[in-house]
């Protein structure tokens, strides 16, 4: 059975910085993509950036490529999202979603080529 566990969300001021992790269990290193999402009260979800575990490969959203870095840990199957300089507006609940590579390389952050979801974790910016 596939599972992903996000964590690290939580109440910050504006300007700070976080760090999300994503427990992955079940889902093959060698073949596996994440991906990480967020969803606004009132928006669409949307992606945020992707990784690929087993060669570390990374996508990012353009417009918040400056403030967003992913990494991989394989030994603790965990992925991270760092986000700084938060805003107002990276108010959200924050998803970590696995895929197969081969099916996300050309689309890394359209939602539909991820095949498992974690539940959320709510991140929520005070200004």
């Known amino acids: 059975e596939v599972q992903l566990m996000e964590s690290g969300g939580g109440l910050v001021q504006a300007g700070g910085s976080l760090r999300l992790a994503c427990v992955i269990s079940g889902f093959p290193i060698d073949d596996s993509a994440i991906g990480w999402f967020r969803q606004a009260p009132g928006a669409r979800r949307e992606g945020l950036a992707a990784i690929s575990r087993s060669n570390g490969l990374t996508h990012y959203r353009e417009s918040m490529e400056d403030r967003l870095a992913i990494s991989t840990d394989n030994a603790k199957n965990t992925v991270f999202l760092q986000i700084s300089s938060l805003i107002a507006e990276d108010t959200a609940i924050y998803y970590c979603?696995?895929?197969?590579?081969?099916?996300?390389?050309?689309?890394?952050?359209?939602?539909?080529?991820?095949?498992?979801w974690g539940q959320g974790t709510q991140v929520i910016v005070s200004s």
């Open positions: 979603a696995a895929g197969r590579v081969g099916r996300v390389a050309a689309h890394p952050r359209a939602e539909d080529l991820y095949d498992y």
